[in-house]
T-cell receptor
Framework: DTAVSQTPKYLVTQMGNDKSIKCEQN?????MYWYKQDSKKFLKIMFS???????INETVPNRFSPKSPDKAHLNLHINSLELGDSAVYFC???????????FGPGTRLTVL | AQSVTQPDIHITVSEGASLELRCNYS??????LFWYVQSPGQGLQLLLK??????LVQGIKGFEAEFKRSQSSFNLRKPSVHWSDAAEYFC????????????FGKGTTLSVSS
């Protein structure tokens, strides 16, 4: 009965590679988000989508591209990975009528 | 500028003692306030939230928080801490509108001593 799930939980890769993180929510929410938590545990919004449409696109390198195939999924694709991309990435979702956000378990990305 | 300040980076409390974690915010509109908890290696779990109504809100795991508009604060409290409460606690503020960003504080690490 997982509400917001992410795969993989851990991702270790080399610089320059391309990788994707998948997020799915079974809460029936219309809005989904990606946050990045850096090594100091600071959380910052990257993107938000409402019904598959991009709402927020923070100052994030264009190597990061979110894709929402349907309103239950929001995947994050990262091209040409850099050392500084190492972080924990959290997916979240909320109803269309509220900003109460429910978070997934996170994906710890390590770039070597 | 919109921001959240959690003045205490690390707090140690004895098991059974009371706890208060401080949170101050700066937000231009009516704030929607949250406390989340992150256990080691885990995701963020919502403890409680406040948007309107009674300024003292109850959450899960015996936590409560009080909204004080005049002080721009939303402090988290628990009367008796359990060892399992050891975790990272984040205060966040945002608009009520879905799709908008939550702005997080830098977190407070809670350690519980026996």
């Amino acid at each position: 009965d997982t509400a917001v799930s992410q795969t993989p939980k851990y991702l270790v890769t080399q610089m320059g590679n391309d990788k994707s993180i998948k997020c799915e929510q079974n809460l029936g929410h219309d809005t989904m988000y990606w946050y990045k938590q850096d090594s100091k545990k600071f959380l910052k919004i990257m993107f938000s989508y409402n019904n598959k449409e991009l709402i927020i696109n923070e100052t994030v390198p264009n190597r990061f591209s979110p894709k929402s195939p349907d309103k239950a999924h929001l995947n994050l694709h990262i091209n040409s990975l850099e050392l500084g991309d190492s972080a924990v990435y959290f997916c979240a979702s909320s109803r269309a009528t509220s900003n109460e956000q429910f978070f997934g378990p996170g994906t710890r990305l390590t770039v070597l | 500028a919109q921001s959240v300040t959690q003045p205490d980076i690390h707090i140690t409390v004895s098991e059974g003692a009371s706890l208060e974690l401080r949170c101050n915010y700066s937000y231009g509109a009516t704030p929607y306030l949250f406390w989340y908890v992150q256990s080691p290696g885990q995701g963020l779990q919502l403890l409680l939230k406040y948007f309107s109504g009674d300024t003292l809100v109850q959450g899960i795991k015996g936590f409560e928080a009080e909204f004080k508009r005049s002080q721009s604060s939303f402090n988290l409290r628990k009367p008796s801490v359990h060892w399992s409460d050891a975790a990272e606690y984040f205060c966040a503020v945002g608009a009520h509108q879905a799709g908008t960003a939550l702005i997080f504080g830098k977190g407070t690490t809670l350690s519980v001593s026996s």
